[in-house]
């Protein structure tokens, strides 16, 4: 009997590392799956365009090349998941969790960042013109050489950011003024 409740709990907590084959069939056919686990689910080099994930459990995720323009991922934890090359071009992050995300030379452009914890991200390279990062956590989060042009960062936290060879033009910082340095 004890063998029995000892297999049964080992097989019940792997449940916990991945994703529910449930919930990856119900967003293959709806293209919508609120409060989803799709955690650590593979997704790269994938169309996910106009799809409804708000609120879903995307943790460590593969996401790489993936095409979400247009996604809603509202409240959605991305904490880990490799976004690496991914479009998210207008999606709606926010209150997204994407704490220690690979965001590597993702297109952001248009996003809705506002209130999103990106704490520890790597945002190199990523192309964040005219987004909303208001309210945003970008603590210990690496933005080197990205596009940051038009960007508003009102009462975004910066904390330990990386910065270096960010472009800034007509961006809103935290502290309320607008950088006008527009250098080409």
């Given at each position: 009997m004890k063998k029995l409740i000892?297999?049964?709990?080992?097989?019940?907590?792997?449940?916990?590392?991945?994703?529910?084959?449930t919930d990856l069939?119900?967003?293959?056919?709806?293209?919508?799956?609120?409060?989803c686990d799709l955690s650590s689910a593979d997704f790269r080099n994938t169309d996910l365009m106009f799809g409804n994930l708000?609120?879903?459990?995307?943790?460590f995720a593969n996401l790489s090349g993936t095409f979400l323009a247009f996604t809603d991922l509202r409240n959605t934890d991305l904490s880990g998941a490799?976004?690496?090359?991914?479009?998210?071009?207008?999606?709606?992050?926010?209150?997204?969790?994407?704490?220690?995300?690979?965001?590597?030379d993702v297109?952001?452009?248009?996003?809705?960042?506002?209130?999103?914890?990106?704490?520890?991200?790597?945002?190199?390279?990523?192309?964040?013109?005219?987004?909303?990062?208001?309210?945003?956590?970008?603590?210990?989060a690496n933005l080197s050489n990205a596009n940051l042009r038009g960007l508003n960062f009102t009462a975004t936290t910066l904390y330990n950011a990386k910065l270096d060879g960010a472009k800034f033009c007509k961006?809103?910082?935290?502290?309320?003024?607008?950088?006008?340095?527009?250098?080409?």
């Open positions: 000892l297999i049964s709990a080992l097989l019940f907590s792997f449940n916990g590392w991945a994703y529910s084959e069939a119900k967003y293959k056919v709806l293209n919508s799956c609120k409060g708000s609120g879903a459990n995307l943790v490799n976004l690496r090359n991914a479009n998210l071009s207008d999606v709606n992050l926010n209150n997204a969790n994407l704490t220690q995300a690979n965001l590597t297109w952001l452009r248009y996003a809705n960042l506002s209130g999103a914890n990106l704490s520890g991200a790597n945002l190199t390279g990523a192309n964040l013109e005219s987004a909303d990062l208001g309210n945003a956590n970008l603590n210990y961006t809103q910082m935290p502290w309320g003024e607008v950088n006008d340095d527009c250098e080409e």
